[in-house]
């Protein structure tokens, strides 16, 4: 990635450097180049790529807490393959804190903030490439749909998955607390045991441990092909996510040689792949929420009929929370994604032929993964299934002709009715859970909650765990 000149003057510009050339090249970026030297670019600095190096740290929550050390890792990956690493923050919120709250109507319209600024930042500073570090929710598809909009090459990476916390015994998590709620309203547990729970439950940094919104939208963005291989399946603080953040400094670099770029990747069938895993894993469904916006940002055309498509050929295989047994640390443990893909792939489940950040396709990235470990039961074979087909199930009805998204595991059968029990917000609902007023075979209907009606859709952790905790579930 050599250039020749030094800086100043006409001097030939590496063909690599399409962007930073425009304010570091000449006598009239004088300037520029002075204002770069006093935030620590050499002479030499101004002749490599520079690599944006997206932070969404953050101590309003443990998931991005740590994020700020793996930045630098990034950093370190950059400068080592030759470019100028710049390291700048955007924004995130704690869906966990705000759950329950007006506070959660900021969250979804987080993620246009998030995409917004480093557009932002990444455009007006003219970098070549980016690495983006995202924890919780909303800044992952977030920073995704930045890479979309500024199409230059890019690699995302997953601030990595917390450690279960340990309560009598067995894992628990974010949603044990929420559980714990309703098991307190029962009268199941008592003021210490409700605290002990919630001491422990979350015992530090790292996105929350089912398959909940982070882990699925992780492994949704791997599959994609804008993460490197099992960078959704790594420990929250552990040498090997920090050795994934310097992998992907350096990645970026090969991109930027190759002239790889995010609409070279992102691309139909890659989506489509995301989404057969996120169903495979069990994953939220806030994944067809995210999938639809950075398709749309990417200019790819996807609809909730493309769902509904794949989620009738792709079985659900992981047993995972928040409706199986395992966090996503067991499936760590047992190798990540990776295994999972590949058997997918061999089941014609898969486009193998999507290219990746690699700069292979995910067809030759899967080439050499073994199976998971014989007697595991993370992950079930293909031959037993958890269920035959997709979870994640697109509605249309009367009171959403445009189409609901639903989650069935399996369990529910094919029909229900019961009594509608109507509420104008979440927290009128929540407290008529927990005072018993609403009743095992209640139906239990939100109003003024959507997208718009909200605004910003409040996602409802609160009271369906309350559900749960009630034993109404």
């Given at each position: 990635m050599a250039t020749k000149g030094n800086g100043r003057g006409k001097s030939r510009v590496s063909a690599y450097r399409e962007y930073s050339r425009q304010v570091t090249e000449g006598v009239e970026r004088a300037p520029s180049r002075a204002m770069l030297h006093a935030v620590g670019f050499t002479d030499a600095d101004m002749q490599k790529c520079q690599v944006g190096v997206v932070s969404t740290w953050g101590m309003v929550t443990p998931c991005n807490m740590h994020i700020d050390a793996l930045?630098?890792?990034?950093?370190?990956?950059?400068?080592?393959?030759?470019?100028?690493?710049?390291?700048?923050?955007?924004?995130?919120?704690?869906?966990?804190?705000?759950?329950?709250?007006?506070?959660?109507?900021?969250?979804?319209?987080?993620?246009?903030?998030?995409?917004?600024?480093?557009?932002?930042?990444?455009?007006?500073?003219?970098?070549?490439?980016?690495?983006?570090?995202?924890?919780?929710?909303?800044?992952?598809?977030?920073?995704?749909?930045?890479?979309?909009?500024?199409?230059?090459?890019?690699?995302?990476?997953?601030?990595?998955?917390?450690?279960?916390?340990?309560?009598?015994?067995?894992?628990?998590?974010?949603?044990?607390?929420?559980?714990?709620?309703?098991?307190?309203?029962?009268?199941?547990?008592?003021?210490?045991?409700?605290?002990?729970?919630?001491?422990?439950?979350?015992?530090?940094?790292?996105?929350?441990?089912?398959?909940?919104?982070?882990?699925?939208?992780?492994?949704?963005?791997?599959?994609?092909?804008?993460?490197?291989?099992?960078?959704?399946?790594?420990?929250?603080?552990?040498?090997?996510?920090?050795?994934?953040?310097?992998?992907?400094?350096?990645?970026?670099?090969?991109?930027?040689?190759a002239g790889i770029r995010p609409g070279d990747i992102m691309t139909r069938p890659a989506f489509e792949n995301a989404f057969a895993v996120v169903t495979a894993l069990g994953g939220s469904t806030n994944a067809v929420l995210h999938l639809l916006a950075m398709a749309y940002t990417m200019g790819v055309k996807l609809t909730l009929d493309d769902f509904t498509r794949i989620g009738k050929r792709t079985p659900v295989l992981a047993d995972l929370k928040p409706s199986g047994r395992f966090v996503m640390a067991h499936l760590v443990k047992i190798g990540g994604l990776p295994p999972l893909m590949k058997t997918l792939l061999d089941a014609g489940l898969l486009n193998g032929e999507c290219l990746t950040v690699t700069g292979k396709t995910v067809k030759e990235n899967l080439a050499s993964v073994a199976p998971y470990p014989q007697g595991q039961q993370v992950v079930h074979p293909l031959s037993d299934p958890l269920k035959k087909d997709g979870h994640i199930v697109i509605l249309r009805g009367n009171l959403a002709p445009a189409g609901a998204v639903a989650k069935i595991s399996g369990k529910e059968g094919t029909r229900f009715s019961g009594k509608a029990r109507v509420f104008n917000s979440e927290e009128l609902a929540l407290q008529r859970i927990l005072d018993g007023t609403v009743k095992k075979g209640d139906v239990i209907v939100i109003r003024f909650e959507g997208p718009k009606g909200g605004p910003g859709m409040r996602e409802m952790l609160a009271p369906t765990s309350a559900v749960l905790g009630k034993g109404l579930g």
């Open positions: 930045a630098r890792k990034a950093a370190e990956g950059v400068d080592a393959a030759g470019g100028k690493a710049v390291i700048f923050g955007t924004i995130t919120v704690s869906d966990g804190i705000s759950m329950g709250t007006e506070g959660m109507k900021y969250s979804l319209v987080s993620r246009e903030v998030i995409a917004d600024s480093v557009e932002t930042v990444a455009g007006c500073e003219a970098f070549d490439g980016l690495v983006a570090i995202g924890g919780c929710d909303k800044n992952m598809p977030g920073c995704v749909m930045a890479m979309a909009r500024l199409n230059r090459p890019s690699v995302f990476v997953y601030g990595g998955t917390i450690l279960p916390g340990c309560y009598e015994g067995r894992d628990v998590d974010i949603v044990s607390v929420f559980e714990a709620v309703g098991q307190y309203a029962k009268g199941e547990i008592n003021d210490e045991q409700l605290h002990e729970i919630e001491s422990c439950s979350i015992p530090g940094p790292g996105s929350c441990g089912g398959m909940y919104t982070a882990n699925t939208m992780a492994s949704a963005i791997e599959a994609l092909g804008m993460s490197l291989p099992n960078s959704s399946a790594q420990a929250a603080v552990s040498e090997e996510k920090a050795q994934d953040c310097r992998n992907a400094g350096a990645a970026v670099l090969e991109l930027i040689k």
